[in-house]
């Protein structure tokens, strides 16, 4: 398999530490509102990356976080606390809105989306204790100082810092990425803040340099550390993680432990909405429930999201997704062959040889709009009734395990009276009597039943879904 690095900016084969046990972690959602359709498009691709993985033999020991405790809206450690935030906002507890958005991002997450549910998902209330000794493992080795809001990371003592991000040290000024605030170097960053004592937090914890809470990086590197263990194989994430979050992720793991942390970083680009960044002051931040308003399948979106590849920028418009759902309603029509008699003597559908091919194109960098497209390929090829039975069942089942896509998705054969009015039809067309021929397709297309004729007879289809 061959995957991006963004450490070495190059497409690189890829080689776990242990022979056939992956480890990945991924950076997850911060429970703090409604998810909406951008937070979903990283975890989409995630999802195909845990199946290839799969496909190719490996067992994938998977850790997704849960930020359930506050960090600033600034990458920067500056402006407000997300979770303080979420809970003045809805008239909660930051605890209770926690709870509230962890709810829903997994019922949205494994029960809608159906994607492959991560081995561990921590909590990041539940890493306090390892937190703050991780930080007492930085101060005795030297690298943090402590000023007025809390303590901070000395990247002045690594020689490698930003390496991930190719920043430009020795050009950052205080102002380009933070106000200078006391820090001794633009790129330090918080390890711990300090509460202040003049607003009230439903989140804060006693530590050796006072009450307070970590900084948004020391979870990640907390937790993957304790589950996964010093080195781990794949990081995932956005693009908007690499120049700070991940960096820092980066710079404070390597101090404690001596070793590089990940050997693959591997990030995903962002969707926008009819070309415009997603901001909730747009109005444009749709969530899934949105999708299933218009009357779209949630298969659909993900069909959207993957017609594009995980590095190129996304984009999201309502005649994008009802493309997509003709694509999978295309798909699902097809699979009704499965129960008709009606099935080509001269030709065999070769599903082992699509599959082949869509595991080589995922293989190749996670090229999903090259696996997509090869679905279409055995689609046509089902369509011209070149096929065998069996192997569109295999072929649907191979598609969910590779894709997590069900072209069968609770499909079944038409009713018996249902197939009485289909041989009534044809009985009808073979002694030329079109108005009874008429009536009949009338009736199967009010019960959602399409037909059509060919020369090996007649083929129905359930109309969409």
Same mark, same amino acid.
């Given at each position: 398999?061959?995957?991006?690095? %963004?450490? =070495?900016?190059?497409?690189?084969?890829?080689?776990?530490?242990?022979?056939?046990k992956?480890?990945?972690?991924?950076?997850g959602?911060?429970?703090?509102?409604?998810p909406h359709?951008?937070?979903?498009?990283?975890?989409?691709y995630?999802?195909?990356?845990?199946?290839?993985l799969?496909?190719?033999?490996?067992?994938?020991?998977?850790?997704?976080?849960? /930020?359930?405790?506050?960090?600033?809206?600034?990458?920067?450690?500056?402006?407000?606390?997300?979770?303080?935030?979420?809970?003045?906002?809805?008239?909660?507890?930051?605890?209770k809105?926690?709870?509230?958005?962890? !709810?829903i991002?997994?019922?949205?997450?494994?029960?809608?989306?159906?994607?492959?549910?991560?081995?561990?998902?921590?909590?990041?209330?539940?890493?306090?204790?390892?937190?703050?000794?991780?930080?007492?493992?930085?101060e005795? @080795?030297?690298?943090?100082?402590?000023?007025?809001?809390?303590?901070?990371?000395?990247?002045?003592?690594?020689?490698?810092?930003?390496?991930?991000?190719?920043?430009?040290?020795?050009?950052?000024?205080f102002?380009? $990425?933070?106000?200078?605030?006391?820090?001794?170097?633009?790129?330090?960053?918080?390890?711990?803040?300090?509460?202040n004592? #003049?607003e009230?937090?439903?989140?804060?914890?006693?530590?050796?340099w006072?009450v307070?809470?970590?900084?948004?990086?020391?979870?990640?590197?907390?937790?993957?550390r304790?589950?996964?263990?010093?080195?781990?194989?794949?990081? =995932?994430?956005?693009?908007?993680h690499?120049?700070?979050?991940?960096t820092?992720? *980066?710079?404070?793991?390597?101090?404690v /432990?001596?070793?590089p942390?990940?050997?693959?970083?591997?990030?995903?680009?962002?969707? +926008?909405?009819?070309? %415009?960044?997603?901001? +909730?002051?747009?109005?444009?931040?749709?969530?899934?429930?949105?999708?299933?308003?218009?009357?779209?399948?949630?298969?659909?979106? @993900?069909?959207?999201?993957?017609? @594009?590849?995980?590095? %190129?920028?996304?984009?999201?418009?309502?005649e994008?997704?009802?493309?997509?759902?003709?694509?999978?309603?295309?798909? $699902?029509?097809?699979?009704d062959?499965?129960?008709?008699?009606?099935?080509?003597a001269?030709?065999?559908?070769q599903?082992?040889?699509?599959?082949? $091919?869509?595991?080589?194109?995922?293989?190749?960098?996670?090229? /999903?709009?090259?696996?997509?497209?090869?679905?279409?390929?055995?689609?046509? !090829?089902? !369509?011209?009734?070149?096929?065998?039975?069996?192997?569109?069942?295999?072929?649907?089942a191979?598609?969910?395990?590779?894709?997590?896509?069900?072209?069968?998705?609770? $499909?079944?054969?038409?009713?018996? #009276?249902?197939?009485?009015?289909?041989?009534?039809?044809?009985?009808?067309?073979?002694?030329?009597?079109? +108005?009874?021929?008429?009536?009949?397709?009338?009736?199967?297309?009010?019960?959602? *039943?399409?037909?059509?004729? =060919?020369?090996?007879?007649q083929?129905?289809?359930?109309?969409?879904?």
């Open positions: 398999m061959k995957l991006y690095n %963004t450490l =070495t900016r190059s497409v690189d084969t890829f080689t776990p530490i242990n022979d056939h992956v480890t990945l972690y991924t950076c959602l911060t429970v703090y509102s409604q359709i951008g937070n979903w498009v990283s975890y989409i995630w999802d195909i990356l845990v199946r290839t799969q496909a190719d033999g490996y067992t994938v020991d998977r850790v997704q976080n849960i /930020t359930d405790v506050g960090h600033l809206t600034s990458d920067e450690d500056a402006g407000e606390d997300k979770m303080l935030k979420g809970a003045l906002k809805e008239g909660l507890t930051a605890w809105v926690a709870e509230k958005y962890i !709810e991002a997994d019922h949205e997450a494994y029960d809608q989306l159906g994607l492959i549910r991560p081995d561990h998902m921590p909590r990041a209330t539940e890493y306090i204790p390892q937190q703050i000794a991780f930080v007492q493992e930085l005795n @080795k030297g690298y943090t100082y402590v000023i007025a809001d809390g303590v901070y990371f000395d990247t002045s003592k690594l020689n490698n810092y930003g390496e991930l991000a190719r920043l430009d040290i020795d050009g950052l000024q102002g380009a $990425r933070v106000e200078d605030t006391g820090k001794k170097n633009p790129t330090d960053f918080a390890l711990w803040k300090f509460s004592p #003049s009230k937090r439903d989140m804060e914890w006693e530590s050796p006072g307070g809470f970590p900084g948004w990086h020391l979870e990640c590197s907390v937790m993957a304790e589950i996964l263990g010093d080195q781990i194989d794949i990081h =995932t994430g956005g693009i908007d690499i120049p700070v979050h991940h820092n992720e *980066i710079a404070q793991t390597e101090a /432990t001596g070793k942390f990940s050997t693959f970083w591997v990030h995903a680009n962002h969707i +926008k909405v009819n070309g %415009t960044k997603i901001s +909730k002051s747009l109005g444009n931040g749709f969530t899934l429930q949105d999708v299933l308003n218009k009357g779209f399948d949630l298969e659909a979106f @993900k069909i959207m999201v993957l017609s @594009k590849h995980y590095r %190129t920028e996304g984009n999201f418009t309502w994008i997704l009802e493309a997509a759902q003709n694509r999978l309603n295309k798909w $699902r029509m097809a699979m062959l499965i129960w008709q008699e009606v099935v080509a001269d030709s065999m559908f599903d082992t040889a699509y599959t082949s $091919r869509i595991k080589q194109a995922l293989d190749d960098d996670l090229n /999903t709009p090259l696996a997509l497209s090869i679905i279409d390929e055995a689609i046509t !090829e089902i !369509e011209q009734l070149h096929i065998h039975k069996p192997r569109i069942k295999t072929f649907a191979e598609i969910k395990l590779k894709i997590g896509i069900d072209l069968l998705d609770g $499909r079944t054969d038409i009713s018996e #009276s249902q197939k009485s009015i289909l041989a009534l039809r044809q009985k009808a067309r073979d002694s030329k009597n079109w +108005k009874e021929s008429d009536k009949a397709r009338d009736e199967l297309m009010q019960q959602g *039943i399409s037909v059509r004729d =060919t020369e090996k007879g083929i129905w289809s359930r109309i969409g879904r």
